[in-house]
């Protein structure tokens, strides 16, 4: 099924906004993944996407383990369940979170909206991939700002569901996974017709600079 | 029991709502537990799902709990800490489930907007954890103190308080005004002990005598040819011998001063020696008739003698505490410096800038003069604090290293044009008399009067030449023969050669 010929009859479908939104997730996890150094730099390839270079693991039990929280989560976009995901990067030895990068996701979709207007025009393609383009820059250029991260980590990804969600067995409950003394950035957003994602990052404030 | 919940029961998700409850246990789950989903609240309790719920050990089912309340049989450790009224008030209702109360639900949403939680929602996480890498992350390995650049590691190099190397050397007469250690192109190493100079040679370390004096005649002063082929050894007796190294023969001997001679410096096929009496002879050593020229303008013993590497001037130095500088074709001095307070023994030629002389004063002097022989300025002075003894500038670092007697014996390293001190190296137990740099201007030799031969690896190379990091006192000769004319120390302009071609070499 191609995204293409949807955007082309007019606006994306929910269930293609949710393929769009779970690309740009998993792409934009394998990113920060990258970006933050969870993995080490030869266990990433360079994937064309959004006419930029990503990197991409190619880790199998990586992509794996993306693959299967990204299939639920595309389910969850698609139903509208879903209203954030966040990536939480916690150190091994303390188990704390140290960075945390959230998602919130609204649906924009008119048929649950009663209140919206008219239908803004249907987004074309490109401006979408420009939206997309700005965000996975703005992660590469987080770096700048965000403090090194010198011990090993591992990572989580939280979903923020409704409670009538569905959820299979291999999903359970989880605390929210906030950062201590954070200091929260936020990010640039793109939409897709059905979908709105906002981005943000939060992390530790460094105590010698306050 | 499955995890399915399909109701909309219950559900505060915040740990955070769970505190705002006044329920004096904590542990709501354990006292009102609901029937229908393990671990998940009922309404009445505001109780906390904010936990990873493990879903094992559960808590206790109802009926159990019925028996145990009426029982009364918990382990109550501390009966005063124990809050008996409300501990009981809680044991008795445990069996009645709360009923949805319109307003709790209510009182319950308006809480949670005002915490910023919203009621309905739930935290999912994925229970398997995520693939841990075990490579070391190659980034946090190259990215730890990194800027190891090699230039800045090779610029850093070590100049070591101690000697490369030790030789013995009796009997070297304690004389300021003699010169009498050479090192040759071909890296031997003349030396005028007493009555015999001895030839040791850096590569092999053998050692040769070269020459034995009658009665009391001393060796006065040694001086290798630029290509280190011949070595002119100058005497007590005022005679001026040529010796072929290669055959350890002598070829001639010029005589004609009457005092010994003290210095001497070639220039191609010249020779000019430095006599007591304050004359200096030009020889020409191929001609039967050798003397060429007498330069008479010191009133003391000439004590240092050098030739630019151009051969166009001749710097000496006399006991009369004046700097001449002469030029080559005339027999009076270009000009005549005065600011000495005591013999000027060390003169060297800068490798780098033809036109600039250092010269260095005695005991009561003890400073360095720098010169522009063309303009006959003073460029900069040094006070070193010991009498100066020689004088040798480095080919590859913008340096030069004095040797020092009175009152430190020791041996310093500065840098030019800064004239900051780089290092002091106290290199003998008495005056260090005589100094020659390698070949391969990487190390200096030095004299003194406690009859020991030091050489010193101050030069060290930067290693940028095929050769480098060996020195000539152990190994390799670096310098390639024919090179161009003119002597102004030992060290030669065919060292050049093995050193960093990006320096600017020889201005011709």
Redesign the interface.
Known sequence: MSVQTQLTKGKISLKGSARIVTEFFNFGINSILFQRGIYPVEDFEVKKKYGLDIWVSNDISVTQYLKKIMDSVEEWLALGMINKLVLAVNSRETRETIERWQFDITVTDESKGEEKQPQPQAKSEKALQMEIQAIFRQIAASVSFLPIIDEKCTFNILVYADSDAEVPTTWTDSDPLHVKNAEQVRLRSFSTDAHRVEAMVAYRRDPDLC | M?????K?AA?T?A?HLSKASSKPFKDERHVNPSPRTMGRPSIGGSGE?????P?KGGPPSPRQKKTKASQYDRFIPNRTAMDMASSQFNIARSDAPQPLDGSTIAYQETVANACGVSM??????????????E??????VYSRPALKATASTSTKRRILNTPERVLDAPGLVDDYYLNLLDWSLGNMLAIGLDQSVYLWDATSGDVNSLCQLEGDAYISSVKWTADGTYLAVGTSEGDVQIWDAETQSKIRTMSGHQARVGVMSWETHTLSSGCRDGSIWNHDVRVANHKTAELVAHGGEVCGLTWRSDGALLASGGNDNLVNIWDARTTVPKFSKTQHTAAVKALAWSPWQLNLLASGGGSYDRHVHFWNTTTTARLNSIDTGSQVTSIQWSNEYRELVTSHGFPYNHLALWSYPSLTKIVDIPAHDTRVLHMAMSPDGQSVATAASDESLKFWRIFETRGKSARSGKGDVAGIVSASAGSSAGASGPGGSAAASALDISRPSYIR
Request: net charge positive; glycine share 6%; no cysteine.
């Open positions: 499955s995890d399915y919940s399909t909309s559900g998700h740990a799902s904010g936990v990873l719920a879903r309905n929602k739930r935290i999912l996480t994925f229970k398997e954890e995520a693939p841990t890498s490579k070391e992350d190659l980034r946090q």
